[in-house]
Protein backbone atom coordinates (compact mmCIF):
# COMPACT_ATOMS: atom_id res chain seq x y z
CA UNK A 1 0.00 0.00 0.00
CA UNK A 2 2.51 2.56 0.82
CA UNK A 3 3.60 2.31 -2.76
CA UNK A 4 0.96 2.72 -4.64
CA UNK A 5 0.51 6.67 -5.34
CA UNK A 6 -3.28 6.68 -4.19
CA UNK A 7 -2.11 5.92 -0.49
CA UNK A 8 0.75 8.04 0.15
CA UNK A 9 -0.72 11.36 1.39
CA UNK A 10 -3.78 9.30 2.89
CA UNK A 11 -3.49 8.50 6.27
CA UNK A 12 -3.89 4.24 6.49
CA UNK A 13 -6.91 3.65 8.80
CA UNK A 14 -9.26 1.17 8.12
CA UNK A 15 -12.28 3.16 7.45
CA UNK A 16 -9.75 4.82 4.78
CA UNK A 17 -8.52 2.22 3.45
CA UNK A 18 -12.10 0.87 2.94
CA UNK A 19 -13.53 3.62 1.26
CA UNK A 20 -10.48 4.39 -1.04
CA UNK A 21 -10.97 0.64 -2.13
CA UNK A 22 -14.41 0.86 -2.73
CA UNK A 23 -13.70 3.83 -4.92
CA UNK A 24 -11.20 1.99 -7.08
CA UNK A 25 -13.71 -0.79 -7.81
CA UNK A 26 -16.38 1.46 -8.60
CA UNK A 27 -14.35 3.18 -11.11
CA UNK A 28 -13.33 -0.01 -12.24
CA UNK A 29 -16.76 -1.46 -12.45
CA UNK A 30 -17.70 2.07 -14.42
CA UNK A 31 -15.11 1.73 -16.73
CA UNK A 32 -16.18 -1.52 -17.96
CA UNK A 33 -19.28 -0.87 -18.36
CA UNK A 34 -18.58 2.23 -20.22
CA UNK A 35 -16.43 -0.15 -22.24
CA UNK A 36 -18.61 -2.54 -22.97
CA UNK A 37 -22.08 -0.12 -23.57
CA UNK A 38 -19.35 1.17 -26.25
CA UNK A 39 -19.36 -0.34 -29.74
CA UNK A 40 -16.73 0.08 -31.98
CA UNK A 41 -13.74 1.40 -30.20
CA UNK A 42 -10.74 -0.26 -29.21
CA UNK A 43 -10.19 -1.00 -25.91
CA UNK A 44 -6.82 -0.59 -24.27
CA UNK A 45 -5.16 -3.61 -22.30
CA UNK A 46 -5.96 -3.65 -18.85
CA UNK A 47 -3.10 -3.10 -16.51
CA UNK A 48 -1.74 -4.50 -12.96
CA UNK A 49 -4.32 -2.82 -10.73
CA UNK A 50 -6.81 -3.50 -13.51
CA UNK A 51 -6.62 -7.09 -13.74
CA UNK A 52 -6.23 -7.72 -9.66
CA UNK A 53 -9.11 -5.59 -10.02
CA UNK A 54 -10.94 -7.63 -12.05
CA UNK A 55 -10.08 -10.84 -10.27
CA UNK A 56 -11.20 -9.62 -7.20
CA UNK A 57 -14.82 -8.60 -8.72
CA UNK A 58 -14.71 -11.96 -10.04
CA UNK A 59 -13.95 -13.61 -6.51
CA UNK A 60 -16.90 -11.66 -4.71
CA UNK A 61 -19.14 -12.45 -7.58
CA UNK A 62 -18.22 -16.10 -7.09
CA UNK A 63 -18.80 -15.90 -3.41
CA UNK A 64 -22.43 -13.76 -3.72
CA UNK A 65 -23.58 -16.98 -5.63
CA UNK A 66 -22.27 -19.53 -3.30
CA UNK A 67 -24.27 -17.34 -0.68
CA UNK A 68 -27.48 -17.11 -2.04
CA UNK A 69 -27.24 -20.83 -3.48
CA UNK A 70 -26.58 -21.74 0.34
CA UNK A 71 -29.33 -19.85 1.70
CA UNK A 72 -31.94 -21.47 -1.13
CA UNK A 73 -30.29 -24.79 0.36
CA UNK A 74 -31.28 -23.89 3.61
CA UNK A 75 -34.05 -22.23 3.33
CA UNK A 76 -35.34 -25.50 1.63
CA UNK A 77 -34.21 -27.33 4.72
CA UNK A 78 -35.87 -25.30 7.16
CA UNK A 79 -38.90 -24.91 4.94
CA UNK A 80 -38.85 -28.89 4.76
CA UNK A 81 -38.47 -29.15 8.49
CA UNK A 82 -41.40 -26.62 9.03
CA UNK A 83 -43.70 -28.75 7.15
CA UNK A 84 -42.60 -32.33 8.61
CA UNK A 85 -43.36 -30.43 12.26
CA UNK A 86 -46.55 -28.71 11.11
CA UNK A 87 -48.00 -31.83 9.97
CA UNK A 88 -47.19 -33.77 13.01
CA UNK A 89 -48.94 -31.05 14.80
CA UNK A 90 -51.80 -31.88 12.74
CA UNK A 91 -51.79 -35.43 13.55
CA UNK A 92 -51.56 -34.96 17.36
CA UNK A 93 -54.43 -32.18 17.09
CA UNK A 94 -56.33 -34.60 14.88
CA UNK A 95 -56.08 -37.64 17.55
CA UNK A 96 -58.82 -38.46 19.79
CA UNK A 97 -58.56 -40.25 23.26
CA UNK A 98 -60.48 -42.93 21.12
CA UNK A 99 -58.22 -43.56 17.71
CA UNK A 100 -54.45 -42.85 19.24
CA UNK A 101 -52.26 -44.52 17.52
CA UNK A 102 -48.55 -44.65 19.40
CA UNK A 103 -46.38 -46.96 16.70
CA UNK A 104 -45.96 -43.69 14.53
CA UNK A 105 -44.74 -41.17 17.48
CA UNK A 106 -41.97 -40.83 19.36
CA UNK A 107 -41.42 -39.59 22.99
CA UNK A 108 -41.42 -36.28 22.36
CA UNK A 109 -45.00 -36.89 20.70
CA UNK A 110 -45.94 -38.94 23.75
CA UNK A 111 -45.47 -35.68 26.17
CA UNK A 112 -47.96 -33.90 23.86
CA UNK A 113 -50.74 -36.83 23.64
CA UNK A 114 -50.84 -37.15 27.12
CA UNK A 115 -51.65 -32.89 27.59
CA UNK A 116 -53.52 -33.56 24.86
CA UNK A 117 -55.73 -36.09 27.10
CA UNK A 118 -56.30 -34.58 29.89
CA UNK A 119 -59.20 -33.30 30.10
CA UNK A 120 -59.82 -29.69 31.07
CA UNK A 121 -62.71 -28.79 33.15
CA UNK A 122 -64.26 -25.38 33.59
CA UNK A 123 -65.37 -23.96 36.74
CA UNK A 124 -69.11 -23.99 36.95
CA UNK A 125 -71.17 -22.37 38.98
CA UNK A 126 -71.42 -24.21 42.09
CA UNK A 127 -67.48 -24.51 41.76
CA UNK A 128 -67.23 -21.12 41.67
CA UNK A 129 -69.46 -19.92 44.58
CA UNK A 130 -67.65 -23.22 46.79
CA UNK A 131 -64.42 -21.16 46.18
CA UNK A 132 -65.70 -18.08 46.87
CA UNK A 133 -67.07 -19.62 50.18
CA UNK A 134 -63.49 -21.38 51.36
CA UNK A 135 -62.00 -17.83 50.29
CA UNK A 136 -64.37 -15.87 52.32
CA UNK A 137 -63.89 -18.73 55.34
CA UNK A 138 -60.21 -18.45 55.07
CA UNK A 139 -60.39 -14.40 55.47
CA UNK A 140 -62.79 -14.64 58.13
CA UNK A 141 -60.07 -17.00 60.09
CA UNK A 142 -57.26 -15.02 59.60
CA UNK A 143 -59.51 -11.52 60.88
CA UNK A 144 -60.45 -13.64 63.99
CA UNK A 145 -56.84 -14.75 64.58
CA UNK A 146 -55.34 -10.95 63.96
CA UNK A 147 -58.17 -9.60 66.61
CA UNK A 148 -57.23 -12.40 69.17
CA UNK A 149 -53.27 -11.45 68.72
CA UNK A 150 -54.47 -7.33 68.72
CA UNK A 151 -56.34 -8.07 71.98
CA UNK A 152 -53.70 -10.35 73.69
CA UNK A 153 -51.50 -7.30 72.62
CA UNK A 154 -53.80 -4.98 74.40
CA UNK A 155 -53.64 -7.14 77.85
CA UNK A 156 -50.20 -7.38 77.44
CA UNK A 157 -49.67 -3.29 77.13
CA UNK A 158 -52.01 -2.59 79.83
CA UNK A 159 -50.14 -4.74 82.37
CA UNK A 160 -46.91 -3.03 81.06
CA UNK A 161 -48.53 0.62 81.77
CA UNK A 162 -49.53 -0.58 85.41
CA UNK A 163 -46.39 -2.25 86.29
CA UNK A 164 -44.40 1.04 85.36
CA UNK A 165 -47.01 3.49 87.37
CA UNK A 166 -46.44 0.77 90.04
CA UNK A 167 -42.54 1.10 89.55
CA UNK A 168 -43.50 5.34 89.75
CA UNK A 169 -45.66 5.26 92.61
CA UNK A 170 -42.43 3.10 94.56
CA UNK A 171 -39.98 5.81 93.25
CA UNK A 172 -42.19 8.70 94.95
CA UNK A 173 -42.84 7.09 98.27
CA UNK A 174 -38.84 6.55 98.53
CA UNK A 175 -38.41 9.74 97.38
Request: hydrophobic share 30%; glycine share 2%.
Amino acid sequence: MNLHDGFRENPRDQRIVRERFNKLLNEFKAKTRSEEAASGIAVDPLDENEILLKEIVEIMQSLSSERTSNTKMSEGKEREKALKMRDKAMKTWGKTKKDTDQSDFDESDEKCMTTLRRKRQRRRGPDALKYLEENAHCEMELKREELAFCKKQAVLEHKRLQLEQTKQEQLQECN
